[in-house]
């Protein structure tokens, strides 16, 4: 079976590459204001960093600005203990590596916080700035393998539950219209778009039949009159644009601005150099591709490709 997936267009490769990564977020928390201050000044250059002057007002900044990669605390505060502020993170947080600073000898509060993995470091007051530096390096390390294994896991069960959509759905459906929403939405879905549309081509033109899916209305439908689907269908190669606003191509098309989207990416499905569909996914939100999201792409477009082709004939 050839010409079953098809290539990405190269001149639009520039609209996948990662952006520059962000600061990593930094929390640190101590009652102390020198402290605060140069903890601050420490690690503003490598990090985003946030500060809190207690366990109580710490769990406020977390509540405003979500999860952090990495919480320092100081473990003798008012009102509450380092280890009893950082045991509360652990929950909501569980991803996040936390260093406690203690200048007391609370050995049964720090090994019982280590021991439960709320704690993965502590270091004595008055700390060595390289030690410390060293640790929270490490730390972040940390945090960006944990995210990654996370993210791992994530794709490879998002990649099952779609491959298995497409086979419940060619298995299931009793006829060719039936099959078109339900990819819709398994694709739609599997790749967290606001949008999916699936329109059925006949020797390159829109026919009626469409599967379509829309995450909180979010959905349009203008693919008879938009450049990357032109573009998809004359090259047989998948069109890409991460970030219409930043677009040159694309920036002055009205039809992104009026349904809100960011983000668009279209893809030919084919069999048999035959073009039988497109494939459209749209994003309220700039996007990048990941090489294992291509490959997800590229062998789930087969499986439709296959799908659609039994299905119109039986």
């Not at 819709?184 to 390159?204: H, K, M, P, T, Y």
Request: hydrophobic content about 40%; proline content about 4%.
């Amino acid at each position: 079976m050839n010409n079953l997936i098809p290539e990405i267009d190269s001149t639009r490769k520039q609209s996948m590459t990662v952006e520059k990564p962000k600061k990593l977020k930094l929390l640190v928390v101590d009652d102390e204001p020198d402290n605060l201050d140069l903890l601050y000044r420490t690690f503003r250059r490598d990090f985003n960093v946030l500060k809190a002057d207690s366990g109580v007002n710490a769990l406020q900044v977390l509540a405003n600005e979500g999860e952090v990669a990495v919480i320092i605390s100081d473990q003798r505060m008012p009102e509450m203990k380092g280890t009893e502020f950082l045991s509360k993170t652990v929950p909501q947080f569980p991803d996040t590596v936390r260093i406690i600073l203690t200048g007391f000898t609370d050995i049964e509060d720090l090994v019982e916080a280590i021991n439960a993995g709320q704690v993965y470091k502590y270091i004595t007051k008055p700390w060595d700035p390289t030690e410390l530096k060293a640790v929270v390096q490490r730390a972040a390390e940390t945090y960006d393998l944990l995210k990654q294994r996370t993210e791992e896991l994530r794709r490879v069960n998002a990649q099952m539950a779609l491959l298995k959509s497409l086979v419940t759905v060619t298995q299931m459906s009793s006829s060719f219209e039936d099959t078109l929403n339900p990819i819709a939405e398994a694709f739609g879905e599997s790749f967290a778009a606001d949008g999916c549309v699936l329109q059925i081509l006949d020797n390159s033109a829109f026919t009626s039949s469409q599967g379509t899916y829309s995450s909180n209305g979010a959905l349009g439908n203008w693919l008879t009159n938009d450049p990357l689907v032109s573009e998809a269908i004359a090259t047989n190669k998948i069109q890409v644009s991460a970030n219409i606003p930043s677009d040159e191509k694309l920036a002055t098309v009205s039809h992104y601005s009026e349904s809100d989207i960011k983000a668009h990416l279209t893809v030919p499905i084919i069999y048999r150099s035959q073009t039988l569909a497109i494939l459209s996914l749209q994003w309220k939100q700039p996007f990048t591709l990941r090489e294992d999201e291509l490959k997800l792409i590229h062998s789930s477009v087969e499986l439709t490709a296959i799908a659609l082709t039994a299905t119109q004939c039986s």
